[in-house]
């Protein structure tokens, strides 16, 4: 009797376990709401080398190097379409742009007063991009889903490249539920 008890249980385990598999969504993440996925970058971009930044924003000034400052939310629909701009920029200017992206729930309290410090330039808006040159000068400051044209033609400006042929656009394109990429 205990035995047919324990089977009958282990079979009723088995199937409601089996049950609750068959009703669950293939993938819970989605680019389309604004719950946490985890890490915007290594899940919407399929870049997990953006964060932690290599160096903060007060190091990169000091050292003159031209900065990318991107402040996001990791559950904010607008940052997640947001992030594969951020790692298509990656791809071009890596090597001589440091990318900080600052996650806004970190920037809490009154304003620093610093502006080697990078809450001096968040304006309570995500995703927002701050583009500094060599002397820590900044030369974008957008919030909103800011398009990547925008942002590269800043960057080439920083470090006198030329220009971008005014035909060349790019665009997103969504591949999947939870990956974009851009295209011409």
């Known amino acids: ?17 089996g049950m609750s ?5 293939a993938a819970q993440a989605s680019l389309q709401d604004d719950r946490f996925d985890g890490n915007i970058f290594a899940l919407y971009a399929g870049n997990g080398s953006l964060v932690p930044p290599r160096m903060p924003l007060s190091q ?8 990318l400052l991107v402040f996001y939310l990791d559950d904010s629909r607008d940052c997640k379409q947001f992030a594969s701009v951020v790692s298509q920029l990656q791809a071009p ?35 927002q991009v701050v583009v500094f040159d ?35 656009t790019t665009r997103p394109r969504i591949l999947n539920e939870i990956n974009t990429e851009l295209v011409q």
């Not at 009797?1 to 376990?17: E, G, P, S």
């Not at 820590?136 to 042929?165: E, W």
């Open 93 to 127: 200017f890596g090597r001589v742009v440091e990318f900080i992206p600052v996650n806004a729930d970190t920037v809490q309290g009154d304003r620093p007063q610093d502006p080697a410090e990078a809450g001096f330039y968040y304006q309570g808006v995500v995703p």
């Open 1 to 17: 009797m205990l035995v047919m008890r324990r089977f009958v249980l282990c079979c009723l385990t088995v199937l409601i376990l």
């Open 134 to 168: 060599q002397q820590g000068k900044v030369r974008l400051n957008q919030t909103g889903l800011v398009a990547y044209d925008a942002i590269d033609d800043a960057l080439r400006s920083v470090l006198d490249l030329p220009a971008r042929s005014q035909t060349e």
């Open 60 to 67: 990169a000034i000091a050292e003159h190097r031209p900065s």
């Open 21 to 25: 598999c068959l009703w669950s969504p």
